[in-house]
């Protein structure tokens, strides 16, 4: 990629009911790794793509309130990072639109969460839906963002970002947006369901049992790790041991994520333990890790005027990125500044 692009991280999550275990180690632990001197790291609660699907509005304020404090519960600093919500810089929708006109339908035919969240329903899901990853493309490619860490479920969407980026810079026969790059890291890039390892971890999944929420309590944890799906065989030696056994790879992945180790040297201390003993061990470790998470989350969602203040201060730093990017684009693309 040419030098000419500042190393700048965008991500973002949505604020569409409870975060996960899943959301916390794919994604936002990663955030908090990648603040410091290499890149620019700028963090968005997503909420125009959390209404793609219909959102009751006091439980949209909620989520978005419990999202900021997770992230900044976890680790991300408002002053090192910019964190902000996404409606509140309107270069994301501006540029969504443009970029609309840039995809073309085959290549969102493809998407494959797209047919997963709209199943058999495709005619009666939002358009929104639709286009929802020409949008997650302006977020990234509206701060010319170089790098986007996410987990394993949002890699085509950000292929789909480098095909827009693309199609945009030779259309237009400019090289104006970087060609971004998808950091999909750890041992948890993919956090299976609880009760079926074969299926994501997600917000949605119907039974409680199935994920770990950010702000269960200890006695919660403990309870859903202990009902864990599992077989009957101990721990192997060897990864390679686990090639056929979802749910116990999953936990091993899970304790590795949690503990900031290899799933080999995970597997090389608990080589021949039953469920009896690594469970337990698992329960605690997650225990005392997201606990102290979640205390200071609640502690923040109490003064949600507080957040708001932090939101908006990261939405003036945003703002002061994209505003000057999106003009370049309305001179690239031909349209009339008549305001300046
Ligand atoms: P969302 O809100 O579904 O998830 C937020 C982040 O959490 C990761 N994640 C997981 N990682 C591992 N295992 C899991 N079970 C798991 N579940 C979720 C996701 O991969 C993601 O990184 N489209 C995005 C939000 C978005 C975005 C963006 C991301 C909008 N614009 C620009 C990056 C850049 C989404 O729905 O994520």
Not at 218 to 227: V, Y
Not at 242 to 256: G, Q, S, T
Request: contains cysteine; aromatic residues 8%; glycine residues 8%.
């Amino acid at each position: 990629m040419a030098a000419k692009f500042t190393p700048r991280v965008f991500s973002g999550i949505q604020p569409s009911g409870g975060l996960t275990l899943g959301n916390y180690l794919g994604a936002i632990k990663r955030w908090v790794a990648m603040q410091g001197p290499d890149f620019e790291t700028i963090y968005c609660v997503v909420d125009l793509h959390a209404i793609t699907v219909r959102q009751d509005p006091d439980k949209l304020r909620r989520s978005t309130h419990e999202v900021a404090a997770a992230l900044i519960a976890s680790g991300i600093d408002p002053e090192a990072s910019v964190l902000f919500n996404q409606s509140q810089v309107s270069a994301h929708a501006e540029l969504g639109w443009i970029f609309n006109c840039i995809a073309r339908i085959g290549w969102m035919n493809r998407m494959t969460q797209f047919k997963d969240k709209a199943g058999k329903n495709a005619e009666k899901v939002s358009l929104g839906l639709y286009a929802y990853p020409a949008l997650m493309a302006a977020d990234i490619l509206a701060y010319h963002a170089t790098h986007v860490p996410v987990g394993e479920d949002q890699k085509q969407h950000v292929e789909l970002t480098r095909d827009i980026a693309q199609k945009f810079n030779h259309d237009y026969g400019v090289d104006f947006f970087p060609i971004t790059e998808p950091v999909i890291e750890g041992p948890a890039t993919r956090v299976m369901n609880l009760r079926d390892g074969t299926r994501k971890m997600s917000k949605s999944g119907e039974s409680d049992m199935e994920r770990i929420n950010m702000l269960d309590d200890a006695d919660t944890i403990a309870r859903k790790f202990k009902k864990a799906r599992t077989d009957p065989d101990p721990l192997p030696g060897e990864l390679e041991g686990l090639k056929d056994r979802p749910e116990a790879r999953n936990l091993v992945d899970i304790y590795a994520g949690l503990s900031d180790r290899s799933p080999e040297a995970v597997i090389a201390e608990y080589a021949g333990a039953g469920w009896g003993r690594f469970k337990p061990a698992l329960a605690e470790l997650a225990v005392e890790k997201l606990v102290p998470i979640s205390d200071e989350m609640r502690r923040m969602m109490a003064e949600p005027d507080a957040l708001d203040a932090l939101l908006a201060r990261g939405a003036g730093k945003a703002e002061a990125i994209s505003r000057p990017i999106l003009e370049q684009v309305h001179d690239i693309v031909g349209f009339v500044r008549s305001r300046g």
